[in-house]
């Protein structure tokens, strides 16, 4: 099946198709009023100069259909046309709407023609854009949305004997909030920020309590608990944030201390989506976004301990419900999701735990599509501590998937996972469900906060921890190097209780401490036509290990050149299921159709079509014709039909020898 066939990418065109032929949004029932154009005259703030007609005045007239000041009556879904320029806003609606400048309760569309809607005043100064009501239907076309910032609430500080700091309020949507429907296109969002409060400080004194907690922030450009559709031109997000509030510090009294508050969570970067996000385009960019979780409070004197850092999720975009990019495209790159730091502790001796983070590229929770897509220099950390007894979390540095995902001719390249006691899957990290085909996983690396490691540190192109497929693919060229700790493992592909078929795959040149190419524990792992070449453990294992309970199946594989031998089976037995082709005898190959200490005859690691990297075979090479028919797919990593000689080839590469025809004679 090639990926513009597979029945998930059919299904998600034939919706996209809809919405553009029918318009982003269905119509209502009846019939529907006249779509009506409001022309805005001035760059000024609502309420402007008499005779005048603002931003402002124009979407009241859209809400209401009635004319305000110089702005026609809406009628229907009005298009606000907007004159190219710099609209600079200091003044929200209401706090009771995230301080909103704007709120949208109709349907309307606002044409930017190149303008730049802009937060004004002081930095403090707290103004998003829009609020979108659940009636209300927003869509943006050529615009500019920069500075915008949601900021929640500082909790109280307690009082009294039983005061307890209170807890920060979130900061949600530093550009929109939305409770209804919004549609972009050719849309760019450049430094919004959505901030979490701070925790209030626990009272002090006669009965210490204990900080609050910081609030959440979450959309640093766009929190959306209705549906969301990218179309057109798409959108771009730069340099967003969304920042957790701090936790308060714990009260004192005496010598006795109360624990300082948690940091609030970081979510969504630059969106928050609740209710699904759909891209009927390729121009989606998201670039240098950032969740970052709120430090922990301080603990009181002496015995408080302090507060744990907050968790971050999706640097760039955290999807819940549904995620739909099925177009191809899309850029995720230089985004982090970093958890924040342990308050200290009241003797200052230690601190609380440091915050996780994952997905600093996305963070999908629910059903998801994503064909054609490049998540590239992408990072997720936990926040650097002082005590290396305390130590965090962070995995899937460019997607972390707790859901169902589907990814397709897709690059995870260069992505770091930071952390001192759990790094895994720094190019993707899976612990739902996943399909992978015709994708690139190269470059990735896991990096450790403490020498020695102390704990995990497993998977530095994919981690596995839920069940996965995956086919036509290259995991080359990862690393995870634990600084002489605990040891690292699979480099290129970790699987740790779980289930992996893989197909037609080449795992190549990486490099951990042992089972470099592949790491299996207590887990189902069937490898079929994989091509397993280069690969460096600094013990043993370079290409495969596999310990604990489960099985490890080999049907028509090439494993050759691998550093520190080819497989380590450690209290586990692998199965030879027949065909496979290995230059040592490390893989327990049994089956009299399998070689052993045969050289595999192949080119370089390089493109030899099809997207991915592959290794040529010789065309005299042993594995020509020598794999078993009865696992053979119909076609190798590159889609090259199989068999193209009497049999299929062992590995991942199928070799098509040119035909030559004798001239027709006249």
């Given at each position: 099946m090639t990926p513009s066939t597979h029945p998930l990418i059919r299904a998600a065109r034939l919706i996209a198709a809809s919405i553009l032929i029918l318009g982003a949004w269905p119509a209502q029932a009846g019939v529907a009023a006249p779509a009506h154009t409001i022309l805005v005259t001035t760059l000024a703030e609502s309420p402007g100069s008499p005779g005048d007609c603002t931003l402002g005045e124009a979407i009241q007239a859209a809400n209401a259909d009635h004319a305000v000041d110089a702005c026609a009556a809406g009628s229907g879904a009005d298009t606000i046309v907007l004159p190219a320029g710099t609209y600079t806003l200091t003044k929200s609606f209401s706090p009771n709407v995230g301080s909103a400048a704007f709120v949208i309760s109709t349907t309307m569309t606002l044409q930017g023609n190149g303008a730049s809607l802009t937060r004004g005043g002081p930095l403090t100064n707290t103004v998003s854009f829009f609020f979108v009501s659940p009636a209300g239907q927003l869509t943006l076309r050529n615009l500019t949305l920069k500075h915008g910032l949601a900021q929640g609430d500082k909790g109280g500080d307690g009082t009294g004997p039983s005061g307890a700091g209170g807890d920060g309020g979130s900061g949600l949507g530093g550009a929109i909030f939305s409770d209804g429907q919004v549609a972009l296109d050719g849309v760019t969002f450049i430094s919004n920020i959505a901030q979490g409060g701070g925790g209030g400080a626990g009272n002090s004194g006669g009965s210490a309590r204990p900080g609050g907690a910081g609030g959440m922030g979450a959309g640093g450009a766009i929190f959306s608990n209705g549906p969301l559709v990218i179309e057109g031109a798409g959108a771009t997000f730069f340099g967003n944030q969304a920042l957790g509030g701090a936790g308060g510090a714990g009260g004192h009294a005496g010598v006795a201390g109360a624990s300082g508050g948690q940091g609030g969570k970081g979510m969504g970067g630059a969106i928050?989506?609740?209710?699904?996000?759909?891209?009927?385009?390729?121009?989606?960019?998201?670039?240098?976004?950032?969740?970052?979780?709120?430090?922990?409070?301080?603990?009181?004197?002496?015995?408080?301990?302090?507060?744990?850092?907050?968790?971050?999720?999706?640097?760039?975009?955290?999807?819940?419900?549904?995620?739909?990019?099925?177009?191809?495209?899309?850029?995720?790159?230089?985004?982090?999701?970093?958890?924040?730091?342990?308050?200290?502790?009241?003797?200052?001796?230690?601190?609380?735990?440091?915050?996780?983070?994952?997905?600093?590229?996305?963070?999908?929770?629910?059903?998801?599509?994503?064909?054609?897509?490049?998540?590239?220099?992408?990072?997720?950390?936990?926040?650097?501590?002082?005590?290396?007894?305390?130590?965090?979390?962070?995995?899937?540095?460019?997607?972390?998937?707790?859901?169902?995902?589907?990814?397709?001719?897709?690059?995870?390249?260069?992505?770091?996972?930071?952390?001192?006691?759990?790094?895994?899957?720094?190019?993707?990290?899976?612990?739902?469900?996943?399909?992978?085909?015709?994708?690139?996983?190269?470059?990735?690396?896991?990096?450790?906060?403490?020498?020695?490691?102390?704990?995990?540190?497993?998977?530095?192109?994919?981690?596995?921890?839920?069940?996965?497929?995956?086919?036509?693919?290259?995991?080359?060229?990862?690393?995870?190097?634990?600084?002489?700790?605990?040891?690292?493992?699979?480099?290129?592909?970790?699987?740790?209780?779980?289930?992996?078929?893989?197909?037609?795959?080449?795992?190549?040149?990486?490099?951990?401490?042992?089972?470099?190419?592949?790491?299996?524990?207590?887990?189902?792992v069937s490898l079929t036509h994989a091509t397993i070449v280069g690969n460096k453990a600094d013990y043993t294992g370079g290409g495969v290990t596999a310990s604990g309970s489960g099985l490890l199946l080999l049907r028509n594989d090439l494993i050759a050149g691998n550093a520190h031998h080819n497989c380590y089976p450690y209290l586990i037995t692998f199965s030879d299921g027949g065909g496979n082709l290995e230059d040592a005898n490390d893989c327990e190959l049994t089956q009299p159709t399998s070689m052993t200490n045969t050289a595999p005859l192949i080119g370089p690691l390089a493109d030899n079509g099809g997207g991915t990297l592959t290794f040529a075979l010789l065309p005299h090479s042993p594995a020509l014709n020598a794999a078993l028919a009865a696992f053979c797919p119909d076609s190798d990593q590159r889609g090259v039909p199989r068999p193209a000689g009497p049999g299929c080839d062992i590995g991942a590469f199928e070799l098509n020898f040119p035909v030559w025809l004798p001239l027709a004679r006249r």
């Open positions: 928050d989506s609740n209710a699904g996000l759909t891209a009927t385009t390729g121009s989606l960019v998201f670039s240098a976004n950032s969740a970052l979780g709120g430090n922990g409070g301080s603990g009181g004197t002496l015995t408080g301990a302090g507060g744990s850092g907050g968790v971050a999720q999706g640097g760039a975009l955290r999807s819940f419900i549904s995620l739909w990019m099925a177009y191809g495209g899309g850029l995720f790159a230089g985004n982090e999701a970093a958890g924040g730091y342990g308050g200290n502790d009241g003797a200052l001796v230690s601190t609380g735990p440091a915050g996780a983070g994952f997905g600093g590229g996305l963070d999908t929770s629910g059903q998801a599509l994503v064909n054609g897509a490049t998540f590239q220099q992408n990072s997720a950390r936990e926040a650097a501590v002082s005590n290396p007894n305390i130590l965090g979390t962070a995995e899937g540095a460019g997607v972390f998937n707790d859901g169902v995902l589907t990814l397709t001719q897709s690059s995870l390249i260069e992505n770091s996972v930071r952390a001192g006691e759990v790094a895994f899957g720094a190019g993707l990290m899976n612990v739902g469900v996943l399909s992978m085909a015709d994708s690139l996983v190269s470059g990735n690396r896991l990096l450790t906060t403490t020498t020695p490691m102390t704990n995990t540190f497993d998977g530095a192109g994919l981690g596995l921890s839920g069940s996965a497929v995956i086919v036509r693919s290259a995991i080359v060229s990862n690393t995870a190097l634990s600084g002489g700790g605990d040891s690292s493992l699979g480099a290129g592909i970790a699987v740790l209780n779980t289930t992996l078929a893989l197909t037609n795959t080449t795992i190549a040149y990486n490099e951990s401490d042992y089972g470099a190419g592949l790491s299996s524990h207590n887990s189902t």
